[in-house]
C-alpha cells in the first residue's frame, strides 16, 4: 500500500511539472506582466503587512484597504515625476546628445587620439624599429580636386579621361549651331541636404517611416497595458496573499510542512537581500550621485543621476556603465571635474560595497561574484535587459532551493550558511 502510495505521488509530481513547463512554454510571450506583478507584490508586502497593523477607530484597515492606499500613493507619485522631471530630464538628454556628443568627439579626435597615437607609436617603436612607410603617390586623375566642374583629362595610349560632376551637367544651347556643356549647379546648405532627404523619401522611404512610427505606438501602447496589468496581478497576489500561501501549503504532505515553511523563510531571507535591498541601495547610490553631480557643478546632473539610480539595479555592470557619461562629460568641462567626479562615484560604490550591502541586504542574501556575473550574462543573452534585471533574484531562488534540498538529502537538515561564497 505503501509503495502505490508513494508511486501516485511521483507519478503526480511529474505529471503537474511537465503540466506547468508546457504552460510557461506556451505563454512565455504573456508572462511579464505576471512576473512584474509577482515582484512587486514581494517588495510591497512588508508595507502591505504594516499598513494593516494600523488600526484606525479601534478596526485594523482591511488588506485591500491598505493596498488601494498604496497604489494611491504609488500612481500619484510617478504622474507627478513624469509631469514634473520627465520634460527636464529629456530636454538635457537630447541637448546633450545635439551639442555635448559632438564636442566630446571633436575634442577626443583634436586632443585626446592624437597623445594616444604618439603613445602606441613610441611602445611600438620601443618594441620593434619599423621604418616610415612610404605610401604610394596616387594617380593624377584620382587627385583631382572636386570642385564639381567638367574634366577631360590624358591618359596613357592616346585615350582621354572624361570625369562628370557629381551633381551631372545641363546641355544648353547657346545658338542654332552651337550646344554648351556646363555642370549642373549644387545646391548649398541646408536645401541640398533637405533635397537629398525628399528624394530618399520619393524612392520609397516614407514606407519605413510608417513602419517605424507604427512600431513606437505599438511599444507604446504595449507598454501602458503591460504598466496596468502588472499593478492588477500584483492587487491580487497582495490582497489573496493568506490564499495563495494555503493552497501551496496544501501541495505539500502535512510531516512536509515544517521542511516548506522552512523554505519559505530561506527564500524570503534571499530575496528580500536581493530585491528590497538593491532597491534601496539604488535610491542611496542616486541621492548620493546627484549631491556630487551637484557639487561639481556637472551639466546635466539630473539626468545622470537618474541615469546612476536606474543603472544601479544592475549589480558591478551598472556601476560601470552609469560612470562613463559622468566622467565623460565631466572632462569637457575639465580634467580637474573629471577626477572630483570619478573620486565621488568612487567613494560611493566603496561605501556600498563596505557599508550598505552587508547592513542593507545582510550575509544571508550574498551571492559569490561569479555567480552574480554568469547570471548577470546568461539573462541578458537569453531574455535581453529584462533578463539582466531578473537574473540576480532567480540565481538567489535557485541558490536556495540547492541548498535546501542538498541539506536535507544528505540528512543534516538546513545548512549552516545560505550562500555559495
Not at 484606525?56 to 484597504?65: D, E, N, S, V
Not at 556603465?321 to 568612487?346: D, E, N, Y
Request: hydrophobic share 50%.
Amino acid at each position: 500500500m505503501i509503495d502505490v502510495v508513494r508511486r501516485r505521488r511521483v507519478i503526480f509530481a511529474v505529471v503537474s511539472l511537465a503540466v506547468i513547463a508546457a504552460v510557461v512554454v506556451a505563454s512565455r510571450a504573456v508572462l511579464l506582466p505576471f512576473v512584474l506583478g509577482l515582484l512587486l507584490a514581494y517588495v510591497l508586502h512588508p508595507v502591505v503587512g504594516s499598513l494593516t497593523r494600523v488600526k484606525f477607530g479601534g478596526r485594523a484597515l482591511p488588506r485591500w484597504g491598505a493596498v488601494l492606499a498604496i497604489y494611491v500613493t504609488l500612481v500619484t507619485t510617478m504622474v507627478v515625476t513624469l509631469l514634473v522631471v520627465t520634460p527636464r530630464v529629456v530636454s538635457e538628454a537630447r541637448s546633450f546628445a545635439v551639442h555635448e556628443l559632438p564636442a566630446l568627439r571633436h575634442r577626443a579626435e583634436r586632443d585626446w587620439m592624437p597623445r594616444v597615437r604618439s603613445l602606441v607609436a613610441r611602445v611600438q617603436g620601443a618594441v620593434v624599429a619599423t621604418p616610415p612607410r612610404e605610401e604610394p603617390e596616387a594617380p593624377s586623375s584620382e587627385r583631382t580636386p572636386d570642385d564639381g566642374a567638367l574634366r577631360v583629362s590624358p591618359e596613357p595610349g592616346g585615350v582621354y579621361r572624361v570625369t562628370l560632376p557629381p551633381d551631372g551637367v545641363v546641355i544648353e544651347r547657346v545658338d542654332d549651331a552651337h550646344w554648351a556643356l556646363r555642370p549642373r549647379p549644387r545646391v548649398q546648405g541646408e536645401g541640398a541636404t533637405l533635397q537629398r532627404e525628399l528624394q530618399k523619401l520619393g524612392q520609397g522611404h516614407v514606407a519605413d517611416v510608417l513602419r517605424v512610427g507604427r512600431g513606437i505606438i505599438g511599444g507604446v501602447i504595449g507598454g501602458i497595458f503591460n504598466f496596468f496589468m502588472t499593478l492588477m496581478v500584483s492587487a491580487y497576489l497582495l490582497v489573496t496573499e493568506a490564499r495563495v500561501l494555503g493552497f501551496l501549503r496544501s501541495l505539500v504532505r502535512p510531516e512536509s510542512r515544517a521542511a516548506f515553511d522552512s523554505l519559505l523563510r530561506r527564500l524570503d531571507r534571499g530575496l528580500s537581500g536581493v530585491v528590497r535591498g538593491q532597491l534601496i541601495i539604488c535610491l542611496v547610490n542616486g541621492s548620493l550621485s546627484a549631491v556630487g553631480f551637484a557639487l561639481a557643478d556637472l551639466k546635466y546632473w539630473p539626468t545622470l543621476a537618474v541615469v546612476a539610480t536606474v543603472f544601479s539595479l544592475i549589480p558591478i555592470f551598472g556601476t560601470v556603465l552609469s560612470s562613463i557619461p559622468a566622467v565623460a562629460l565631466g572632462l569637457t568641462q575639465g580634467f580637474g571635474t573629471a577626477f572630483f567626479v570619478l573620486l565621488w562615484i568612487i567613494g560611493i560604490h566603496q561605501l556600498e560595497a563596505n557599508l550598505l550591502n552587508p547592513k542593507i541586504m545582510g550575509d544571508q542574501a550574498k551571492i559569490h561574484p561569479v555567480l552574480v556575473v554568469f547570471s548577470l550574462l546568461a539573462g541578458e543573452h537569453a531574455f535581453g535587459i529584462l533578463g539582466a534585471l531578473l537574473a540576480v533574484p532567480v540565481m538567489s531562488i535557485a541558490q536556495t532551493l540547492f541548498l535546501h534540498w542538498r541539506g536535507y538529502a544528505l540528512g543534516y537538515g538546513e545548512p549552516a550558511t545560505d550562500s555559495v561564497s
